[in-house]
């Protein structure tokens, strides 16, 4: 299954790469950043792995999300394979979740 990534969710993993980068190196945010990759290669094989997001469900869209370190990456299906619609800090209000900007 293709994996494809939202603008939104490219600006969200660029600024956690940055922040990272500036906060603890650039070795910690590289690894981050694999690690996150990582998370997301599995849904090729299993796109169903996530969980379902609650707080996106009013959407009907059947998000789901996978946890890598303190980040949600959400994600659903779409007809050309499995969107990546956000990286979110799970340690943020969790309704900041629903904001289309941050």
């Given at each position: ?6 603008r ?71 007809k ?14 969790p ?8």
């Amino acid at each position: 299954m293709k994996i494809i990534w939202s603008r939104f969710a490219i600006t969200m993993l660029k600024e956690i790469y940055l922040y990272h980068k500036d906060a603890a190196g650039v070795n910690v945010a590289k690894k981050l950043k694999s690690k996150i990759f990582s998370s997301v290669k599995q849904l090729r094989k299993h796109p169903d792995s996530g969980q379902i997001e609650k707080s996106l469900e009013q959407l009907g869209e059947d998000h789901r999300y996978l946890v890598s370190g303190n980040y949600k990456i959400l994600y659903k299906k779409v007809k050309e394979g499995i969107l990546i619609t956000d990286i979110f800090d799970s340690r943020q209000d969790p309704t900041k979740i629903n904001m289309p900007n941050r």
